[in-house]
């Protein structure tokens, strides 16, 4: 389990809120220093960071600091974990805790999303998106499940016809009558013909 962050490049971005490092402290809050190549976590990825001409306006109620906090706090979780990963015990609940609370964590609708939103489906969606485990969600149609849903329709459809078909065929009045003895019959043959009934249909 890991959590990824992404690295901005940029040589001399001024920004007014150019937000978290990951231990938590804020990184050139007056805006007026140009920002390093990118703020690093360990030296290496960027929370988050905000270039001149590129800064989120009303994206959110939610403010993009509180999104950080968030993931600072996680990624802390997550790091306490790392260090104790060999302890079996209470580890494994604790790692179980933040793998179902990594679901639930981002949120990227607007705050006031479901007052907004005027078409209920969409409104139905988002309530069944936010649902623990997120059973609403987004994605491609699995032609394997359709392909396999559709064959076994079918198979049931063509058991159903034949199911039908046998009930409703007229039950054939099949009777037996013996042969009748003819002259031209082999004489090496032992048997009776009236052994043998032969079936005849009406």
Excluded at 3 to 16: K, M, Q
Excluded at 67 to 79: A, F, I, S
Excluded at 150 to 170: C, D, G, M, Q, T
Aim: include cysteine; charged fraction near 30%; charge should be negative.
């Amino acid at each position: 389990m890991s959590i990824f962050t992404t690295t901005f490049y940029s040589e001399d971005a001024y920004c007014p809120d150019p937000g978290f490092i990951l231990d938590g402290s804020r990184a050139n809050a007056d805006g007026s220093n140009p920002l390093p190549s990118s703020m690093y976590l360990q030296g290496q990825s960027v929370v988050y960071s905000c270039h001149e001409g590129n800064e989120l306006e009303n994206a959110s109620s939610n403010s993009l600091p509180n999104c950080v906090r968030k993931l600072v706090n996680v990624y802390q979780v997550w790091r306490d974990l790392q260090k104790n990963a060999k302890k079996l015990k209470g580890v494994f609940k604790q790692r179980q805790e933040l793998e179902s609370n990594l679901d639930n964590l981002f949120d990227i609708a607007h705050a006031d999303a479901l007052q907004l939103m005027k078409i209920e489906h969409d409104r139905m969606f988002l309530e069944r998106q936010r649902e623990p485990g997120r059973p609403g969600h987004l994605s491609g149609v699995d032609k394997k499940l359709t392909d396999k849903e559709e064959r076994e329709r079918l198979r049931a459809v063509r058991e159903e016809n034949r199911r039908i078909k046998y009930v409703s065929a007229p039950t054939s009045s099949a009777t037996y009558e013996p042969l009748q003895e003819d002259s031209s019959s082999n004489s090496s043959e032992n048997m009776d013909s009236e052994d043998f009934p032969t079936l005849i249909e009406s």
